[in-house]
């Protein structure tokens, strides 16, 4: 089953109400006149040392970044035309995995404050004899990445397409050299090697990623991804996309699926306590149905919150219908809409997710009416209980 008709569909009610809480007014980060080239993409939301919110963005002509200041959000500035694929806060520093180039990933270690990286580096495209990518498949070029930090090992996974490849790569110093890519799956299936996963659980290494028959599956490394078994994943439904959190208690998977009728075709989430070799019964977070389009943007576990974030697609690929914040105050049980976009006019949509004790803050993308001329606009906005 393709991943373009799994991703068919459009979010009907739960019947729930949402936790206590509220959404102030948005806050405007960027606005521009909406023109035929205008691509608006929030790409990251964290907050600084010392408590300032900063967005980064793409559009066509770049990235861009901004910071909320005691007056509002400051002027945007130009990052460069990178592309975000990874980042892990840890050990006080930031490692970050980014593309700069169609076919260069370069890999940053910097202290949150500190303006200049500590390491800089080009992921190498040779493996472990040597051999070039490029020299075996001209036309590779990569799609999604993700990175772990275990003290001074880093390990990296990530996807290629033309042909689709899961590459994995790791360093021992922390960034500053890398041994050489290695093959986890090779040669899979046009568009189902999704955006893959990669966790550490009792010094073993495991990666999760798509597979040609719409499956999950989970490969696992006891010597430093030297070679890889698999543990099965049988949750049985097709699944079009997922993410996972993982740690020492639990993995944690949220995915678009279908079951065994055509009513269970939506999100749903599911968790192992035993390092994935069982899972929890799914539970529905968001019932979908065919005839539109819907987008998976975020999956992240709180202090408070387990919270999923997705977008809902109207007729035309293009246009954002509704942005989507689901939530779970009760590990995972139970779900609630948020109504992140309540009362606001035109579609919403591309949601970034961070979390701050039991706040939730969010930064989406507005557009006019479908048809209309009007203002893109770069929103902000934090839920408090």
Request: glycine residues 12%; proline residues 5%; aromatic residues 10%.
């Amino acid at each position: 089953m393709g991943l373009t008709w799994l991703l068919m569909g459009i979010v009907a009610g739960l019947g729930q109400e949402p936790p206590l809480g509220r959404w102030p007014a948005p806050e405007v980060v960027h606005k521009e006149a909406q023109g035929k080239e205008t691509d608006l993409r929030p790409m990251k939301l964290w907050r600084g040392l010392s408590g300032e919110l900063s967005v980064l963005w793409a559009q066509r002509n770049g990235s861009f970044t901004s910071v909320r200041g005691r007056d509002g959000w400051g002027a945007p500035a130009l990052v460069g035309s990178t592309v975000w694929m990874d980042n892990v806060v840890t050990n006080g520093r930031e490692y970050i995995l980014k593309r700069e180039a169609p076919g260069e990933l370069r890999f940053e270690v910097k202290r949150p404050e500190a303006p200049e990286p500590e390491i800089s580096v080009a992921i190498p495209e040779k493996d472990r004899e040597g051999a070039a990518l490029r020299a075996k498949y001209p036309e590779v070029s990569y799609e999604f990445s993700a990175l772990a930090v275990d003290g001074k090992s880093v390990y990296l996974v990530q996807t290629t397409e033309h042909p689709v490849h899961v590459l994995f790569n790791s360093s021992a110093d922390g960034g500053k050299t890398w041994r050489g890519f290695s093959f986890v799956g090779e040669n899979l299936w046009r568009n189902d090697s999704y955006q893959p996963a990669i966790f550490l659980v009792d010094r073993k290494i495991h990666v999760l990623f798509g597979t040609r028959d719409g499956r999950i599956r989970q490969a696992v490394s006891a010597d430093e991804g030297k070679t890889w078994s698999d543990i099965s994943m049988d949750l049985d439904f097709q699944v079009g996309g997922f993410k996972a959190v993982a740690s020492e208690r639990a993995i944690r998977l949220c995915f678009l699926g279908i079951g065994a009728s055509s009513e269970s075709l939506g999100y749903w989430y599911c968790e192992s306590v035993d390092h994935g070799k069982s899972w929890s019964e799914p539970v529905l977070i968001g019932k979908t149905r065919e005839g539109d389009l819907a987008i998976f943007f975020e999956f992240m576990v709180g202090e408070s919150w387990i919270v999923a974030g997705y977008t809902l697609m109207g007729r035309s690929d293009n246009y954002p219908k509704e942005a989507k914040v689901m939530a779970s105050g009760d590990e995972g049980k139970t779900w609630k809409d948020l109504k992140l976009a309540e009362g606001l006019e035109g579609g919403t949509g591309r949601p970034k997710i961070i979390m701050d004790g039991a706040k939730i803050d969010v930064a989406f993308v507005q557009v006019p009416e479908e048809g209309r001329a009007g203002e893109i606009k770069l929103l902000f906005r934090e839920y408090a209980p």
